[in-house]
């Protein structure tokens, strides 16, 4: 796969890093056409991915971000870049207004969008930080942990793609309509975040343990403001639970055999 990517980019780590975006990606793609087949999964099973999407993204901030940015620039600098990820996803999610599934409405008050679009925020926002370390990683040149982290994104975005075309289904449009058009938007924004990270770590490397606690901030407050919250609302905690756990083993062993 190291060779493949290699040979594919030419070396270039940004083009790397639209490559890794593209990935993820296609894997939100395949997770919204899902519901052509499936088009009632059931509520426990989707707090169930949930739940497996934060154990990804919290095993991911420490082991692919957190960890290596400390060993490559000290502490401080990953602190400082937690803090500001943070403190950005923090700002961004009261002023943008979007739409939980089962939180309601949130950010600046706006009557003109409609619910859909704000859903659709909603988990564009959630998808920001993925997209961003993802490609802060391959803008690193370490194309082991690079890939490592592109595949657990990826499959933790089967889940993301088909809980917006569930939802988006029962908005009232056609299953091929929302599984094509709305389940893909909302995960597009991953795909130039991820160009983004790997360019501003290729031009400016001293700045890369800054952009991997940057990610890794910005991912911990998604899961412990959004994610968490949203699968403990409807009685399934213990599947979000068990979910959850699966999850950060799962990074875990891509982390240690890939990475």
């Known amino acids: 796969m190291e060779a493949f990517f290699t040979r594919l980019s030419g070396g270039n780590l940004i083009l790397q890093g639209l490559i890794g975006g593209i990935v993820i990606t296609l894997f939100n793609t395949l997770g919204a056409l899902l519901v052509v087949v499936w088009r009632r999964p059931r509520e426990g099973f989707l707090d169930g991915a949930l739940g497996f999407a934060a154990g990804v993204m919290l095993t991911a901030s420490f082991t692919s971000l957190i960890l290596p940015g400390i060993e490559y620039g000290g502490v401080w600098p990953v602190i400082a870049g937690v803090v500001l990820g943070a403190l950005m996803l923090d700002a961004v999610d009261h002023l943008v207004p979007h739409l939980h599934l089962i939180g309601g409405r949130e950010g600046r008050p706006s009557a003109r969008i409609k619910a859909v679009w704000l859903f659709i925020i909603a988990i564009t926002l959630h998808n920001m930080p993925e997209g961003l370390a993802v490609g802060v990683w391959f803008g690193s ?61 290729e031009v400016a490397r001293p700045i890369l343990p800054y952009a991997m606690g940057f990610a890794a901030g910005a991912m911990l407050y998604v899961i412990s403001d959004e994610i968490v919250p949203e699968t403990h609302r409807k009685g399934h905690e213990r599947l979000a639970t068990l979910g959850f756990i699966l999850g950060a083993l799962v990074m875990l062993y891509l982390d240690v055999t890939l990475g």
Request: aromatic share 10%; charged share 5%.
């Open 141 to 201: 040149g370490n194309l082991d942990n690079a890939l490592s982290l592109m595949w657990a994104i990826g499959l933790q975005n089967l889940r993301g793609g088909l809980a917006v075309a569930v939802w988006a289904l029962g908005a009232g449009m056609g299953a091929y309509f929302y599984a094509a058009v709305v389940g893909v938007r909302a995960g597009l924004v991953e795909i130039p975040l991820a160009v983004l990270g790997a360019w501003a770590v």
